[in-house]
DNA sequence: ATGAAAGCGCTAACAG
DNA sequence: CTGTTAGCGCTTTCAT
């Protein structure tokens, strides 16, 4: 920039101003301007500006694995959401590792991100006592253990009770429940309306359920879970699985143990991935709005961030019930 | 840091000193530092830093869509890898619209990034002209117009021509071929060792190819082409696609339409996602080290960017065949 | 071993 | 309308 004040023959700061279209330029000197800085393609250093005006025009999305095809479509919202306002996106991935994520907790101490999303359900310790906490930081889908933090989610336990609805409705009473990891609230309550479904329907003796731990992938719990399941000589003429991740996984596991699908067992999941409705019989779910979640959440965590806007506490999308072949009649 | 040297009753440029370790610092005093600083939770502003060294210590990775599994995997090596060498990782996409490549290519012009790794087979033109540019820029998975710049893949004319081999041994002469976007070369030479091998076989006339057009989603174009050729009464023993995506939903338009794998027709991708082994029938493919390949380019950009070594033009890793039951012998 | 001073590139307040 | 000046937070000579 000096640069350019220098062949302009004018203060630097006269081009600075040129350069943000403030009115208080001349026109001639703005076109000269604007034509050296064509001509010698200058950018301006956005460190320099960083520094100065004390913020990055950066946030940080915390997802424990981005192979997982729930976080990616989360994130792809994200990121289109705020390269829209020119925020730049920062991926960090925990791999359910807390050093790792309070590593990532600095990024926000440092001052190299403005405010944080993240998709874990958990936060950095590192900034647990910064001022203005909650305006810095949105939730998704997982909410975090912490007051006045956005969260972006759908209605869980409705949704695992509307699949409960259905397979009942159908005839199913021996069902078994695949849950996700009881550490978080997502699948607590997933798996609450399980049990509470059962319980209310005279169904409580066939109450049987097994939960993922946090530390595996959904897809190798999954097939372990049904498997041992199955080794055990569970009777069930249905199985509700608390993501399609584990659904699809579990079906695997199924037809390995030479169940027909389904004929043998029918399977529920939730998230209406995109392979979903691809499988072999295709799956029935939950349609969750993965990509929407992303875009609100970036919109919340922009306008508290960045516009001063208090945060809202919870932001719950609807979710949709997709009925396809993985279920039927029972028998 | 002026609030810590206040306190110290010592200049900034000490505390500056003993944070960075530096041996010129009396003993005592980086003690006393030390404990001010656990004292008052202070932490360095990493802007002021990045201004002054003239980097920021981040890169950014641009993928056409975060949400398609094979780049996602890709990424996760990547930001693993230089997470280890506390490289932050922005992440940007583009839709496969020029207009939002050229504002990424901007980060890096403007200094918001030291590198840039590539998964999408083209560059920005507005860092087309940047010195020293093969330097900063790696290329994943498909290589860029760009001499000079380093390109991790593997051998696509290999892995595809193992793949004709293999339908070819099991008796499968009327294989089609539905091919992925064919503005790329990774693509381009899938598609060219399908030709060529039916050509060197005596096959020519069972020549027969589809590909997607670049704009569109892999599953929804597989799904669109399997349909038509079924619709246009191609008659074919197995169906080689250019990605597992392609392969999962061409399977199933292919069941849609009666057609029973593998007894009517077999199918053979590439990738080995994690889901290939999960359907019914599981998918024949080449594994291809997705992961892998984000790591040995992260390691690349970072020795070139921030160890000053040369751009090493191409990284080969290897690819594995895996037969699955989604292949038959051809009746 | 420590301090003083300069400067990375930018913007905004103030003066003219 | 334009120039001068200061300062964002940091590191690194250069003195001492």
Redesign the interface.
């Known amino acids: 920039m000096a640069e350019i004040a220098r062949i302009a023959g004018v203060d630097i700061s006269t081009v600075s101003r040129a350069l943000a279209g403030s009115s208080r330029v001349a026109k001639e000197t703005r076109e000269l301007i604007d034509q050296i800085v064509r001509d010698t ?1 200058y ?6 500006r ?2 100065r005006d ?1 913020r ?1 025009n ?1 946030v940080l ?1 915390i997802v424990s ?5 729930f976080y ?2 989360v ?2 919202g994200i ?2 959401t705020l ?1 829209e306002r020119d925020i ?6 925990t ?1 359910r590792q807390s050093k ?1 994520e309070e ?1 990532l907790g ?2 926000l ?4 991100v403005d405010g944080i999303i993240t998709v874990t359900g958990t936060l950095p310790t590192t900034i647990l ?1 910064m001022q203005g906490l909650s305006s810095k930081v949105v939730a998704i889908s997982r909410p975090v253990p912490h007051d006045g933090v956005t969260c972006v989610t759908i209605d869980n336990y409705a949704a695992a009770k509307e699949v409960m609805v259905q397979l009942h409705s159908m005839g199913h009473r021996r069902i078994l429940h695949i849950g996700g990891p009881t550490s978080s609230e997502t699948y607590r309550e997933r798996s609450a309306a399980y049990v509470d479904f059962m319980r209310d329907n005279g169904l409580g003796e066939f109450v049987n359920m097994r939960s993922t731990d946090s530390f595996k992938d959904d ?1 190798e719990s999954g ?1 372990a879970i049904m498997k041992s399941m199955l080794d055990d000589g569970l009777h069930a003429t249905a199985v509700f699985c608390a993501t399609d991740e584990l659904a ?2 579990a ?2 596991a199924a ?1 390995r143990a030479n169940r027909s699908i389904p004929g043998d067992m029918s399977f529920f999941g939730i998230d209406d991935l ?2 979903a ?4 019989p ?1 799956l029935s779910t939950v349609a969750v709005p993965r ?1 929407e979640m992303g875009r609100k959440g970036a919109e919340a965590l922009f306008r508290q961030v960045y516009r001063g806007a208090p945060p809202s506490d919870k932001i719950v999308l609807d979710h949709r019930l997709v009925m396809r072949d993985s279920v039927a009649q029972a028998r």
């Open positions: 393609g950018v301006v250093n956005e460190r320099g960083a520094l004390g990055a950066q999305v694995d981005i192979g997982a095809p990616s479509d994130v792809q990121v289109e390269a730049n996106v920062l991926l960090g991935v791999l790792r590593k600095n990024q101490m440092t001052g190299v006592g897809a097939f699809i996984a079906m695997a037809r995109k392979v409705g691809l499988m072999s295709p990509f």
